[in-house]
């Protein structure tokens, strides 16, 4: 099948790609979108006639402004207050919002946990490790991108696949599986049920909360299940008003909770589980990620 005739034509085409890159480079969806926004206006700047393939060069283009993003945002995250989780992509479970690069069939690579790991990586491994493992570009192009060898590259992406996959083999599961914990999850807190709480979460769950300080949140993770436990009741007690409501969504393309006041959305909560209990869970709740 060939290419569409014109550049704009061509770029749209690949439009859903490209953020889906950018937004699991940076994690926010308003940086993604200028990313993309850059890369439209560089690509009707350039010279198509010495183009080969429209993709790579708007792959590898994307990457690049990825990269200069990621370092100037460093300061800013090193500064940020509390732990940084991405930015939700929300949808309902009735009406989920489709991943933006949905043909690719990649909706798992945009959970939370998932991109929470990618923030473990350097910005060049997570460019080489995205590029290869989820969008399949070859280690020729990934070397153009990061200015590195070949070999180097493919050492990068080995040790980025290593650190990745050994911690995410624990987050396996299925959607129903999940949703079901969830159901549970909510019975036990309309209940204000310490122990079947307890009953749900890993000993060695995690509670991870983004507040950026604009909200109340613990400034650390919590850890163990006792102790979320004892958070999840005292949070129902203090914070709990009239139209606060959690529903059943769809969060990154998995399922997950949301919290709102009438319809005003004021948090996120995504779960990792082994399909049994809750392993982690993330929640956002700073204004800024969910307008």
Known sequence: MS????????????RGRLFGLAYRMVGSRADAEDLVQEAYVRWHQADHDRIESAQAWLVTTTTRLALDRLRRLKTERDAYVGPWLPQPIVGSASAPVPAP???LDL??????AFLTLLERLAPEERAAFLLHDVFEVDYRAIASVIGRSEAACRQVVHRARERVHGERKRFETTEAAKAALLQRFLAAVEARDEQAL???FAPDASWTAD???KT?????????????ARLVVGLREK???PGRHFEIAIVNGETALCLLDDEH??????IATDGERIQAVYTVLNPDKLS
């Open 3 to 14: 290419e569409p005739a014109t550049p704009t034509e061509r770029f749209q085409a690949l």
């Open 101 to 103: 690069d949905q043909h």
């Open 107 to 112: 909706a798992d690579d945009l959970s939370m």
């Open 198 to 200: 307890l009953a749900l």
């Open 211 to 213: 507040s950026g300080g």
């Open 216 to 228: 109340p949140a613990a400034p650390r993770p919590i850890l163990g299940a006792e102790r979320i």
């Open 239 to 241: 914070f709990w008003q």
């Open 265 to 270: 959305l004021v948090a996120t909560l995504s």
